[in-house]
């Protein structure tokens, strides 16, 4: 196991799919942002669909399924959104399990984990105004943001395949460099945010 300040890649990603649809075009550019990472980052989807929505009553007695949720978080170097844009904000399941990440007071595991964001949209603007609410949530679970490069990937049909294949070159060496940039942006927030093992 690693120790405090050990900096030695692979370095583990939990992602989040923002939306709950049988045929995501977001699950499918988590598909393409997997085959297309650097090899030193390793992804485990860290999935939504399960958790009930948040009360905080139950803030005494999580139930097991967002006990897991949160450990499930908290083994992770960095933390990866991809994520739809539902009317102009991000949707209310990933809001549901951002709230349960953040409970009870004084236990939110998103804290100091390195986290980036990403969305894809059958819209021009591509998820823009979604991840700014997005970020302005972050900003308050006190998580360290990726700034550049922002990413709002605008989906046509065949843009990426059942198996997350991205069949249009550019959009291929954009999220390459994406996540290069994210690999190292991980590798800066360890530097200075160890993470507490
Ligand atoms: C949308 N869509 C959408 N698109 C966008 O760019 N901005 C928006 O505010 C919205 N709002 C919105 C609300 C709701 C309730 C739905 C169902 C859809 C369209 C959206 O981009 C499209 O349905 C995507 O396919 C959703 O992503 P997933 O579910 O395919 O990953």
């Known amino acids: 196991m690693a120790t405090i300040n050990e900096l030695t890649p692979p370095y583990d990603v939990g992602y989040f799919v923002g939306s709950l649809s049988a045929d995501s075009i977001n699950r499918l550019l988590s598909k393409a942002l997997i085959r297309l990472a650097p090899e030193e980052l390793r992804f485990t989807e860290i999935s939504i669909r399960e958790l009930p929505l948040y009360n905080r009553d139950l803030d005494g007695d999580y139930p097991q399924v967002a006990r897991d949720f949160k450990a499930e978080i908290a083994r ?44 894809a949209s059958t819209g021009a603007i591509g998820t823009a105004v ?19 490069p922002e990413a709002y ?38 530097t200075v945010v160890p993470k507490a093992r």
Not at 136 to 145: D, E, G, K, R
Not at 157 to 185: K, Q
């Open 76 to 119: 992770q170097d960095a933390l990866l959104f991809i994520t739809p844009e539902y009317n102009r904000s991000i949707p209310g399941a990933l809001k549901n399990a951002i709230d349960w990440a953040s409970r009870p007071y004084g236990e939110n595991v998103i804290a100091r984990k390195a986290t980036a964001v990403i969305g």
């Open 130 to 148: 979604g991840q700014q609410h997005l970020r302005s949530v972050l900003s308050f679970l006190n998580a360290p943001q990726m700034n550049t």
């Open 153 to 190: 990937i605008t989906v046509r049909p065949g843009l990426i395949t059942p198996d997350g294949e991205v069949t249009d070159a550019g959009t291929e060496t954009f999220l390459r460099g994406y996540l290069e940039a994210f690999f190292e942006y991980i590798e800066r927030v360890l």
